[in-house]
């Protein structure tokens, strides 16, 4: 027996935020490349050595850059999930919080690499944490829902 999805109508708000995560990613890519390249420190190294890093601000700067990268991906796959399976029921209020969210990570991108380290990244950490908060609790409601037929 065939099952038939049919989205809101304003599910393709949720996409477009969705399609703007990648962009995201795509800005972490570019700040993390420029670090690597000012650092001078050569694949396959992920990080710059805590000794290297005290000494030199420029594998510093690469070490927040790539730590930033990599707690966006940390965290995309389930803002994703949480995303599309709100917008199920909610699309609007999804496509609201996750562009919080998108907003939310790139402040935190900018603040983490902008040089004065970990502090940098706080106003985004927030944001984005209460943003991926209320999203994962909708879609939890959204999906307990739909699994009692409502």
């Given at each position: 027996m065939p099952f038939i999805l049919e989205l809101p109508d304003q599910y393709g708000l949720v996409l477009a935020v969705a399609?703007?995560?990648?962009?995201?990613?795509?800005?972490?890519?570019?700040?993390?490349s420029k670090a690597r390249k000012a650092?001078?420190?050569?694949?396959?190294?992920?990080?710059?050595?805590?000794?290297?890093?005290?000494?030199?601000?420029?594998?510093?700067?690469?070490n927040c850059a790539q730590r930033a990268h990599s707690n966006f991906t940390e965290n995309h796959t389930s803002f994703l999930g949480?995303?599309?399976?709100?917008?199920?029921?909610?699309?609007?209020a999804a496509a609201s919080i996750g562009a919080g969210w998108v907003l939310s990570r790139v402040v935190y991108a900018i603040g983490y690499?902008?040089?004065?380290?970990?502090?940098?990244?706080?106003?985004?950490?927030?944001?984005?944490?209460?943003?991926?908060?209320?999203?994962?609790?909708?879609?939890?409601?959204?999906?307990v829902m739909f699994a009692l037929g409502q």
């Open positions: 399609t703007s995560t990648f962009f995201v990613n795509t800005l972490h890519v570019v700040l993390t650092s001078g420190l050569k694949y396959p190294i992920p990080y710059a050595s805590n000794e290297l890093a005290e000494k030199d601000t420029k594998a510093y700067q690469f949480a995303l599309l399976i709100s917008g199920l029921q909610y699309p609007v690499t902008s040089g004065t380290g970990p502090q940098g990244r706080m106003k985004g950490s927030i944001g984005s944490f209460l943003t991926d908060t209320i999203m994962k609790f909708l879609a939890g409601y959204v999906s």
